[in-house]
């Protein structure tokens, strides 16, 4: 069975510091990876996505990840926090033979002027 | 292009009544999900339509739940009865195929009191 944890349930960094939120992927094949943000009382927005093609990822915002296979980690970065980055994000992993998406609990992430 | 579209974006109702939630996925995606997200248990999985494929109903918690997909586009959730655990936000998603990035409505909060 696929799963998803993400290491830190909040995240706080001040403004115009790297960010960095932590997950780590169970799965018994190649898996899709995907991170969601989630902005207070908004849909979900998808950031980016791994499907087996180059292991980094550039994503919307700044924003990127790194597929590594030895580590079974898909951690998000981004250079520099702004404040608008403040918000929920989960890491996804698809579950291949049903399509559907399996979140991990989210990490929020707090940006400090 | 429009996105996927849900309606109500916000239903009230009393126990014990009926409620319909409405999805409108985004033109030519053949893949539609339904997912529940709710404080005590994060973000699950509720049922996948593919194409004119039988539905994976897996995730649907009980037999008060169920949903249809007419004409591979529209979709309706129903849940009969309603209970207060159902309280949650429901959101639907879209996807071009079965396995590619799913894009996500901006949900229905729907409160039993």
Known sequence: AQSVTQLDSHVSVSEGTPVLLRCNYSSSYSPSLFWYVQHPNKGLQLLLKYTSAATLVKGINGFEAEFKKSETSFHLTKPSAHMSDAAEYFCVVSDRSKGKLIFGQGTELSVKP | ?113
Not at chain 2, 27 to 43: E, F, I, N, V
Not at chain 2, 59 to 76: H, K, Q, Y
Not at chain 2, 103 to 112: A, E, H, I, K
């Open chain 2, 1 to 113: 292009g429009a996105g996927v579209s849900q309606s109500p974006s916000n239903k009230v109702t009393e126990k014990g009544k009926d409620v319909e939630l409405r999805c409108d996925p985004i033109s030519g995606h053949t893949a539609l999900y339904w997912y529940r997200q709710s404080l005590g248990q994060g973000l699950e999985f509720l049922i996948y339509f593919q194409g004119n494929s039988a539905p994976d109903k897996s995730g649907l918690p009980s037999d008060r739940f169920s949903a249809e997909r007419t004409g591979g586009s529209v979709s309706t959730l129903t849940i009969q009865r309603t209970q207060q655990e159902d309280s949650a936000v429901y959101l639907c998603a879209s996807s071009l195929y079965g396995q590619g990035a799913q894009y996500f409505g901006p949900g229905t909060r729907l409160t039993v009191t």
